[in-house]
């Protein structure tokens, strides 16, 4: 124990100082490959710490990949050279890319959003440059009032917060709401970016798992008979990563149990603009009667997700909370991403515009289940969804998604492993497969690759070494 002794200082968080104080060990190889380090609770009373502050510094330890995790058994050291050598190889030349979920550049409208930027300079001059209004850009809160009653939402422009992206939407809820230790309920599977903002709060985090018409209600109020969340986070619709849409029946029942048992829902909507073949594909919010939903709505999946940009729509009550942790993160949103998305939207076609991005999706969603369900259904389990940009599949028990990864990388295809979407480590079976950066050509091609893959993979790699140490692959 005596080589993880350190004096921590006054000048910086005292989890980074852990973290770099055992990373550092690591590299140089002062603790051996696989050895266990101590346990949380040793450590932080040999420092002086909370065991919170070690747990900090143990996940971001992992997080880097110097680290793995056994459940039931503890934290143990990874391989650096496997990292190391890794990544010396991660071009992504020639790749084909179903593990990345940004938009492709071709529907970018680059054109007209360069002259929407030329017309809010010319309108708005000097004040492009300057900070705006707490809320942000009144003239793009009103266009955007007017743009969520398409969306079945009633609101006006002082409930509105603008953003950069859904991410710091997340991140501004969590500091206004939520405290050191305060329950939040998430979808199981769920977004892994919004498990990061919960843990990095403090929160503790309870998995609902999901059912093919979304959050398990019965699991969902077993649990709210015994624990109250302060929030329960959700995708309704064509959710990441598992692109389902929750039915109306749930939707509202949703509602019904915040209000029932006082807890606020996060609404996390990036597709619900596009009908695809739903037809519950209206926000959660536009249900919501009771002063229940905080809604979440970006634009990176519908314009360009460099522009990062995206609002809040929120009730009464918390509007204060989230204004101060807004301010507290930046300040503002980029006044002249906010002028631009104002006059993009005033003088240019958005209603055409949505209904281009509507078909181009749409396109490739139908190409991409009807291979799936073709020539991967007989091998694979999938969620079946009813449009978005994800699919998710299961591989028979005994095998792992993260050996699957690394295989179909050498084949010329990238997935998403399904740890990525778990609080938990897990007998991880689960890869997401993502559409929105690939053609349709590629679709075609990378989907013929598992397909043409997958005898061979499942024959070799059933209860592979790594697979059965529960190690991680990088």
């Known amino acids: 124990m005596d080589k993880y002794k350190l004096v921590i200082e006054d000048n910086g968080p005292k989890y980074l100082q852990i973290y770099n104080h055992i990373k550092t060990m690591i590299i140089n190889n002062e603790i051996e490959v696989n050895k266990k380090l101590p346990p949380i609770r040793s450590i932080a009373k040999l420092l002086n710490v909370n065991n919170t502050t070690i747990v900090k510094a143990y996940e971001l330890l992992e997080k880097e990949g110097y680290v793995y995790k056994i459940i039931g058994s503890g934290t143990f050291v990874s391989d650096t050279r496997v990292k190391a050598n890794s990544d010396e190889n991660t071009s992504m030349e020639g790749i084909i890319r179903f593990d990345n979920g940004n938009p492709s550049i071709d ?4 054109e007209e959003f360069k002259k929407s930027i030329n017309i809010a300079l010319e309108k708005e001059g000097n004040s492009m440059f300057e900070y705006d209004d707490g809320l942000g850009f009144i003239k793009l809160r009103s266009k955007l009032v007017e743009y969520l009653k398409t ?3 009633n609101t006006n422009k002082d409930n509105i917060q603008i953003i950069s992206g859904a991410q710091q939407g997340i991140d501004i809820v969590c500091k206004g709401l939520i405290n050191y ?9 769920t977004y892994r970016g919004a498990l990061e903002v919960f843990k990095n709060r403090g929160s503790k985090i309870i998995s609902i798992p999901m059912l093919e018409d979304g959050i398990d209600i019965g699991i969902l109020k077993l649990k709210l008979e015994k624990i109250r969340p302060k929030i329960l986070y959700t995708m309704p619709n064509y959710q990441n990563p598992t692109g389902i849409s929750y039915s109306e029946y749930k939707k509202k029942k949703l509602i019904e149990l915040a209000e029932k048992y006082d807890f606020y829902i996060l609404e996390d909507d990036f597709m619900s603009d596009l009908k695809f073949e739903s037809t519950e594909h209206f926000p959660l919010r536009s ?8 809604y979440i709505k970006s634009f990176s999946k519908l314009l360009m997700p460099g522009i990062r940009i ?3 729509e929120m009730p009464n009550e918390i509007l204060n909370k989230i204004l101060w942790a807004k301010y507290s993160s930046d300040i503002s949103t980029s006044g002249i991403i906010q002028r ?9 076609n958005w209603n055409n515009y949505i209904k281009n991005v509507e078909d181009a999706y749409y396109k490739k969603f139908r190409l991409a289940l009807e291979l799936i369900q073709n020539k991967l259904a007989n091998k694979l389990k999938i969620k079946v969804p009813t449009g978005g940009i994800n699919f998710f599949l299961e591989l028979p028990r005994g095998y792992s998604s993260k050996a699957f990864s690394k295989y179909l990388r050498k084949k010329g295809v990238a997935i998403l492993s399904g740890g990525h979407f778990f609080d938990t480590s897990i007998d991880d079976r689960f890869f997401r497969i993502n559409i929105a950066q690939t053609s349709l050509d590629e679709i075609q091609k990378g989907i013929d690759i598992i397909s043409d893959n997958i005898d061979e993979f499942l024959k070799c790699y059933k ?8 190690k991680l692959f990088f």
């Open 107 to 110: 529907m970018f409208p680059v």
């Open 287 to 294: 249900y919501d009667d009771k002063g229940r939903v905080i």
């Open 181 to 189: 230790s305060d329950l939040v309920f998430v979808e199981e599977p």
């Open 340 to 348: 631009s998305m104002y006059y993009y939207m005033e003088n240019f």
């Open 310 to 312: 995206g609002l809040v």
């Open 463 to 470: 209860n592979i070494e790594e697979f059965k140490e529960n």
């Open 151 to 153: 969306l079945n939402i």
